[in-house]
């Protein structure tokens, strides 16, 4: 399933994106996916089964390959390639 969040520049993309993806937890109230709170779950498993494209791309100062597998616990070769 696809999802789009769009919106005029400073209307909460951003925000609503590190919510989503636990990197914020909310002030108030709470996030439920299929019912359950965000927090109960794994959040490296739940960040493995969702993507983002965010208005500006950026790569950190390492190698390709470590860019790629940024967000891999256990990074390999060929998921590496594959995902290249």
Same mark, same amino acid.
């Given at each position: 399933?696809?999802?789009?969040?769009?919106?005029?520049? /400073? =209307?909460? $993309?951003?925000?609503?994106?590190k !919510?989503?993806?636990?990197?914020? &937890?909310?002030?108030? /109230? =709470?996030? $439920?996916?299929?019912?359950?709170? !965000?927090?109960?779950?794994?959040? &490296?498993?739940?960040?493995?089964?969702?993507?983002?494209?965010?208005?500006?791309?950026y790569?950190?100062?390492?190698?390709?390959?470590?860019?790629?597998?940024?967000?891999d616990?256990?990074?390999?070769?060929?998921?590496?390639?594959?995902?290249?």
């Amino acid at each position: 399933k696809v999802t789009a969040i769009v919106g005029a520049s /400073g =209307s909460g $993309k951003t925000t609503l994106i590190k !919510l989503l993806l636990g990197y914020y &937890s909310p002030l108030e /109230g =709470s996030i $439920k996916v299929s019912g359950r709170d !965000l927090e109960e779950y794994n959040l &490296s498993w739940w960040r493995s089964h969702c993507g983002a494209v965010m208005q500006e791309g950026y790569l950190f100062s390492d190698t390709i390959a470590r860019n790629i597998a940024i967000s891999d616990d256990t990074p390999d070769v060929d998921r590496i390639r594959a995902a290249a």
